[in-house]
């Protein structure tokens, strides 16, 4: 997304001029759930001087209900004007930190934890660490209620259009209003499955892709509705058919220059590169909890259906976690496939940085490509190649995370213990349902 640099009296005058009458302050919580605290227009003053406050205790992970006052600061070149108007004015937004009452940054606050493993990474030297992320989401038809139903919107596949694709009206549209809010929409497509679909935005750094994801999600719900849609970016919504991913391509920077690339050495990959990818590759146990946040995430991760199980590297071949697509140069680029559009892309991205530069600070060396298709070796063959398989779900996962000091070192106490006490509770809330799955299986015959 195109920013600017806007000071506060470029706020005001835009918001004059523009007959703004609300301002949406927000922010995401630790789940990655996006949260926002609207303001009249009257109150852009106390909004400029990051005095607007709220209860923290009311969001999930933050703080306790005796320690519930914090104060939302504006990020001010996150301002933009929704292109949806209301019968009430327009609405515009500025993305926040969450500060403590004494307006320090809330450790706790992914977005200010992001910027803290940044700043790790500019002391190596580095200036810059972009992500360019390819969210996908299914499209379901809405009932009379406006409740989501079971029943997909069409029975189009890849790069499937009309008749097939009957989401791509609404596809378009969702577009539209982000090429109006500034994205620099690179590609839209039908994906896989019926009613699942794909939109790509440009690279950006790894806030402001963070900022990108949680804008995008906004869109796409808010625009499906119009279409009497609802737009899910659950992993694994539909059995039997792929799920949906947020493959996560990215490279370091430093200056203006890739640091992933060298024209001079094998695949034309730097050593930088191959340390933060063997980084990538020893943590990936560790972070896929982060990545894959939600027991349907590991519906997903399964043979079978595109999604990468395997903790493994190559060039072309997709069936390995990590890929490395054939553009070089500044467009040299690390492809992560596990990561699902539930995570707190904050948060990825924090865990994701930290693995690769563990691997550069340890001068770690990945283990040779693996140019096979991986889903069909059979046991001994994975063994030969010292191929281990991503966590099986959400307990596994949690397990993994727990005993990685650098992952969970880069969330920090407060993210860490936070998420670790609500995925645990997701999980024995998960263990004790039973399942239709389990009735009809065990319930006549035993």
Known sequence: MSRKNYTEKDIRAIVKSENVSFIRLMFTDINGILKNLEVPVSQLDKVLNGNIMFDGSSIDGFVRIEEGDMYLQPDLDTFLIFPWGTEHGKVARLICDVCNPDHTPFLGDPRVNLKKNLKEMTKLGFSSFNIGPEPEFFLFKMDDLNHPTNVLNDKGSYFDFAPLDLGENCRRDIVLVLEKMGFDVEAAHHEVSPGQHEIDFKYENAIEAADNIETFKLVVKTVARKYHLHATFMPKPVQGVNGSG?????????????????????MELSDTCRHFLAGLLKHAPSFTAITNPIVNSYKRLVPGFEAPVYIAWS?????????????????????LRSVDPTTNPYMAFSVILASGLDGLKSNLKPAAPINRNIYRMNNNELQKNHIKSLPQNLY????????????????GEHIYKSFMNLKKLEWIAYSQNISEWEKEQYLEIY
């Open 246 to 266: 947020m493959h996560t391509n990215m490279s370091l920077f430093r200056d203006q220059n890739n640091v992933f690339y060298d024209s001079h050495k094998e």
């Open 315 to 335: 060039g072309r071949n997709r069936s390995p976690m990590i890929r490395v697509p054939v553009d070089r140069g500044n467009s040299t680029r690390l492809e």
């Open 396 to 411: 596994e996962a949690l397990d993994w995370l727990s005993k990685d000091t650098v992952v969970v070192n880069s969330l």
